[in-house]
């Protein structure tokens, strides 16, 4: 009989065990279900200046997003940014609306977001094509996607309309976006977000 009592002990303890780690287990499971994030910060910083990654990196801390670096297969020098040269890389690019530059990563998650903010700096009036390239990488349908950049004279123009019908019709576009020039702080990027709901 002691023999059957001590079996019968030792069986309930290994299974309360059991249920305690199973307990633990989903718990911590359950935190890392939380701390997914469905925000992304998309942003496209080509001159050794970096403003749009500065830009960026605040408003991923202001939105609590992830962020991400569109980077091209073939990094800008400074000769593929000149404006005034008519056979730069960029002017040649820009003057091609079906222009794709090759971009080095994706976002291996990108399903995981509802909201993506793109930035980029303004060339020509619009978003450099590497942006179309990015957008055209996945199925936005239903994602809010909110563009946002930086410039050193012209506004948003039509940028965020032509990246909607040439790349992501099927996304739901907060339009015009923003230029956030100079390096806006965090409060101040947040208010602007919150500004959108």
Same mark, same amino acid.
């Given at each position: 009989?002691k ?6 002990a ?6 309360l065990?059991s249920c305690?780690?199973?307990?633990q287990?989903n718990?911590?499971e359950?935190?890392a279900?939380?701390s997914?994030?469905t925000?992304?910060?998309? #942003?496209?910083? !080509? ?5 749009t990654?500065r830009?960026a990196?605040?408003l991923?801390k202001?939105v609590?997003a992830?962020?991400?670096e569109?980077v091209p297969e073939?990094? #800008? @020098?400074?000769?593929d940014?000149d ?5 730069s ?10 222009a794709?530059?090759?971009v080095a990563?994706k976002?291996?998650?990108? !399903?995981q977001y509802?909201?993506?903010y793109?930035g980029?700096?303004i +060339? +020509? #009036?619009? =978003?450099p094509?590497i ?5 055209e990488q996945y199925?936005?349908?239903g994602k809010t996607?909110?563009?946002?950049? @930086?410039?050193g004279g012209s506004?948003m123009g039509k ?6 019908k040439a790349?992501a019709?099927?996304?739901? +576009?907060?339009?015009p976006g ?12 947040k208010?602007? =977000?919150?500004?959108l709901?």
């Amino acid at each position: 009989m002691k023999k059957l009592t001590v079996l019968f002990a030792v069986a309930f303890a290994l299974m309360l065990g059991s249920c305690q780690s199973s307990s633990q287990k989903n718990e911590g499971e359950e935190t890392a279900t939380d701390s997914v994030k469905t925000t992304l910060v998309a #942003y496209f910083s !080509a001159s050794e200046v970096r403003a749009t990654e500065r830009v960026a990196t605040n408003l991923a801390k202001a939105v609590d997003a992830d962020l991400f670096e569109i980077v091209p297969e073939l990094a #800008y @020098t400074t000769e593929d940014l000149d404006w005034n040269d008519k056979q730069s890389r960029s002017t040649i690019e820009m003057n091609d609306s079906t222009a794709r530059p090759g971009v080095a990563s994706k976002v291996e998650n990108m !399903a995981q977001y509802n909201t993506i903010y793109v930035g980029f700096p303004i +060339w +020509w #009036y619009t =978003a450099p094509r590497i942006i179309n390239t990015f957008l055209e990488q996945y199925d936005l349908t239903g994602k809010t996607i909110i563009p946002f950049a @930086t410039s050193g004279g012209s506004g948003m123009g039509k940028s965020g309309e032509d990246l909607k019908k040439a790349s992501a019709p099927n996304a739901n +576009w907060i339009l015009p976006g923003k230029v956030l020039n100079g390096n806006p702080p965090v409060d101040s990027l947040k208010v602007w =977000a919150e500004s959108l709901k």
